[in-house]
Every structure is written in C-alpha cells, then in structure tokens.
C-alpha cells in the first residue's frame, strides 16, 4: 500500500522534472600530459632516474626494516636466555 501510493505521489513529479542524458566522456592524454607514457619508453633518462630513486628508497625501507628486525630478534634471544638462566 505504501509502495503504491509513493508510486503515485513520485509520478506527477517526473512530468514537471527536466530529463538529463547520462554521458560520459572519455578522457584522452597526448604525449607529454601526466600519466601518458612516453614515446622513449625505458630508454628515457627521466624514466630510469626515478626508477633508480624508486628503488633507492625502497630498498632504504627494507634495509631499515630488516635492522628493526634483528633487535627484536636479538632482544627475544636475550629473554630467552635469561629465562633458561633463570631456570
């Protein structure tokens, strides 16, 4: 009953509303623009420096991780030892 009288409350509305065309547009990048690729593709300078930097920093990370990594390993081995010791 609800859903019926919604109906026909709502269907006077859409005579009185404008109707709008639901478009798309596609967005089209040349050579140059952000996030289109380049025609020199690998062999471009700018292209390997920030890969270069890409992989400097990422490898930074890791490094730091890795040494975060061997404290706690090295801090559980000293519990363990004391706790043997204790033992």
């Known amino acids: 009953m609800y859903r019926q009288s919604v109906i026909k409350a709502s269907s006077g509305l859409t005579a009185y509303a404008p109707r709008r065309a639901f478009t798309t547009s596609l967005r089209v990048m040349s050579e140059g623009d952000t996030g289109s690729p380049r025609l020199g593709g690998s062999n ?4 390997k420096r ?3 930097n890409e992989d400097y920093t ?3 990370r890791e490094k730091e991780k890795l040494l975060e990594l061997k404290k706690k390993v090295a801090q559980q081995q000293e519990h363990l030892k004391q706790l043997s010791d204790h033992m």
């Open 58 to 60: 990422i490898k930074k």
């Open 44 to 47: 471009d300078p700018f292209v």
């Open 50 to 52: 920030e890969k270069a």
